[in-house]
T-cell receptor, first 111, second 117 residues
Framework: RKEVEQDPGPFNVPEGATVAFNCTYS??????FFWYRQDCRKEPKLLMS???SGNEDGRFTAQLNRASQYISLLIRDSKLSDSATYLC????????????FGAGTRLFVKA | ETGVTQTPRHLVMGMTNKKSLKCEQH?????MYWYKQSAKKPLELMFV???????ENNSVPSRFSPECPNSSHLFLHLHTLQPEDSALYLC????????????????FGPGTRLLVL
């Protein structure tokens, strides 16, 4: 089983739609969680950190469920510019520092 | 701009060549990282430098040799690579607090796209 798993998609949605991604992690020693965005042939960029209480940044909402070991990202009112790959990232101290990236979920927002 | 620069942006090398990738961060961070991103695979953490000391080496072959002369610069020296080493090599940096890297977000450079022939 992969340590961090994401649905690869692609998700094809119209502008204005709401879309949600989930990411599951297997190591209970996981301590911090992030969503990154990666555009085609570009580097990953931090979208938002994920806190236990959940957090919102404009149209983006991230949630963490430690009991079920998953995090989620909700995008409301999708824009064309939201088209990208969304990477789930989990950091932990388990036999040393580890940062595990998911393989990413591809999102295409269509006009 | 992320404040992390990498050179060269593209590199083609033969299996017998020696080359070096360079990364520089302008963010005042104290930790730097090398990642490998192959096609259709997740990013793989290769090396971590924490306060200029290498703290992690995730079973990376010895043909990859990192060097961190100071907290702003990071190199990846390449020697006798294989075609399967062709990938995007990303450098990142972060600011550690209390020496705990797991809480911090990382800022990535644009990467070096490497092709080994």
């Amino acid at each position: 089983r992969k340590e961090v798993e994401q649905d690869p998609g692609p998700f094809n949605v119209p502008e204005g739609a709401t879309v949600a991604f989930n990411c599951t992690y297997s190591n209970s020693a996981s301590q911090s969680f992030f969503w990154y965005r990666q555009d085609c042939r570009k580097e990953p960029k931090l979208l938002m950190s994920v806190y236990s209480s959940g957090n919102e940044d404009g149209r983006f909402t991230a949630q963490l469920n430690r009991a079920s070991q998953y995090i989620s990202l909700l995008i409301r009112d999708s824009k064309l510019s939201d088209s990208a790959t969304y990477l789930c990232v989990v950091n932990m101290m388990s036999g040393g520092f580890k940062t595990i990236f998911g393989a990413g979920t591809r999102l295409f927002v269509k006009a | 701009e992320t404040g992390v620069t990498q050179t060269p942006r593209h590199l083609v090398m033969g299996m017998t060549n020696k080359k070096s990738l360079k990364c520089e961060q302008h963010l005042g961070h104290n930790a730097m990282y090398w990642y490998k991103q192959s096609a259709k695979k997740p990013l793989e953490l290769m090396f971590v430098y924490n306060f200029k000391e290498q703290t992690e080496n995730n079973s990376v072959p010895s043909r990859f040799s990192p060097e961190c002369p100071n907290s702003s610069h990071l190199f990846l020296h390449l020697h006798t690579l294989q075609p399967e080493d062709s990938a995007l090599y990303l450098c990142a940096s972060s600011q550690l607090r209390d020496g705990s890297p797991q809480q911090e977000t990382q800022y990535f450079g644009p990467g070096t796209r490497l092709l080994v022939l």
